[in-house]
């Protein structure tokens, strides 16, 4: 099993608003330095464990996160770290100009060595009220930006473009990436994406699912429909991201998750109710009636993976096993857990965890 650390760089301020967007008055440039480098120590711990992808995302105007560009951060991560690869998961294409985007992933292929993975999200659905993007549009947006990207980075002559959304007269993408064919990873959180990820040939990326069962059922369907396409999938074609605390003893764990709220994953990064936008409708006619959903704080909220390192060993194992993963990507921070929190219980995955996995 490979493992990746999913790292947000979150803003390690007090006092914020809950819920999304964060105001920007609330930034203090102080401790937006002193979050940035706390972020980089979660790097630093990681790296040392010899963890196998270091991972980035795109997510706006959230405290949760600090990295809207992640190509930005991404190309800092790959400098300061020579030797794991440098996930970027991912760009939420809509809301990008595709040709910007190929040419941006094709410097970072560079300047990284060829270590670039990169994941094409079309988004959670507040993303499209960064740039205004028509949210009805978006999943022919991305699947168009998507074939495009792919078109810019393997087509050997300059070529135009008249699509739908997206037209150019002269496309000659410069530098090119340094990978024949740089890895790329597509969500499959629904029937749909996950066959879709499939005919791509692409990584399969599951997240923040109710249950293995569910994320066994989306992995199925993609081998399933890459078997109707002629081509079979590995472990290592399957990605899966999920929280984990982990804490000396089975208990403590369990009281940390429920005093910081672990279970609350997507808080930070959606509006509340009464801040939600004027088109919900349109939002949840796109993406179903709990595509935009709020996941307020409260009692008893749990992370899908928490507990002593046994403990969590066996509970990833087991993931593994039913779901067919070969990557676990892994959320070792929160809205509310402390810094110092956080960095006990990477240490305790690098030096406990993770020795069982590489040893299973």
């Given at each position: 099993?490979?493992?990746s650390i999913?790292?947000p760089m979150?803003y ?11 105001p920007?008055?609330?930034w ?8 940035i480098a706390?972020?980089?120590e979660l790097?630093?711990?990681a ?5 196998d992808?270091l991972?980035?995302a ?10 809207p ?23 939420v294409?809509p809301?990008?100009?595709?040709i ?12 990284s060595?060829?270590?670039t ?14 740039y205004?993007?028509n ?5 022919s947006m991305y ?6 990207v792919?078109?810019a ?5 300059p070529f ?5 959304h ?15 064919r740089l890895?790329?990873?597509?969500a ?8 879709f990820a ?6 399969l ?10 994320a ?15 081509w ?5 074609d399957?990605?899966?991201r ?6 000396e ?12 709220e ?8 959606v509006?509340p ?6 088109n919900?409708?349109i939002l949840?006619?796109v ?5 935009f959903a ?9 992370p899908?993976?928490f507990g002593?390192?046994?403990t969590v060993a ?7 096993e039913?779901?067919g993963y070969?990557?676990a990507d892994?959320?070792?921070t929160a ?9 006990r219980s ?6 406990e965890?993770?020795?069982l996995?590489r040893?299973a």
């Open positions: 099993m490979k493992v999913f790292n979150r390690q301020g007090t006092g914020l608003p809950y819920g999304w967007p964060t920007p008055k609330y203090d440039p102080k401790i937006g330095a002193e979050s706390k972020g980089f790097f630093d711990i790296s040392e464990h010899g963890f992808w991972t980035v795109e997510h706006h105007y959230s405290r949760a996160q600090l990295a560009s992640p190509v930005v951060m991404a190309a800092a991560v790959s400098q300061r770290y020579p030797k794991a690869k440098i996930a970027v998961l991912g760009v294409l809301l990008t100009n595709p910007r985007t190929a040419e941006e992933l094709a410097i970072l292929d560079g300047v060595g060829g270590r993975i990169v994941g094409f999200f079309r988004g959670i659905p507040n993303e499209f009220l960064t205004g993007t949210p009805s549009e978006s999943r699947e168009e930006a998507l074939e495009l792919q078109r980075w393997s087509e050997p002559e135009g473009w008249e699509g739908r997206y037209r150019f007269r002269t496309i000659a993408v410069w530098p090119q990436p340094m990978q024949e890895p790329i990873l597509l499959g959180t629904s029937p749909e994406s996950a066959k499939a005919r791509q040939r692409a990584i990326g599951l997240s923040f699912l109710n249950t293995a069962e569910k066994a059922e989306l992995a199925g369907l993609y081998r399933e429909e890459a078997a109707a396409v002629g079979t999938p590995t472990p290592d399957i990605l899966y999920a929280r984990v605390y982990v804490a003893t089975d208990e403590q764990a369990e009281r940390d998750a429920r005093e910081y672990l279970g609350d994953v997507l808080g930070p990064l509006p109710p009464e801040k939600q936008p004027a919900q409708k949840a006619a993406f179903g009636p709990s595509g709020h996941h307020p704080p409260g009692p008893g909220s749990l899908e993976y002593s390192p046994g066996r509970q990833l194992r087991e993931a593994g039913t779901i070969g990557i892994l959320i070792f809205d509310r857990l402390p810094h110092e929190k956080a960095v990477l240490q305790l995955f690098g030096q965890v993770l020795p996995l040893a």
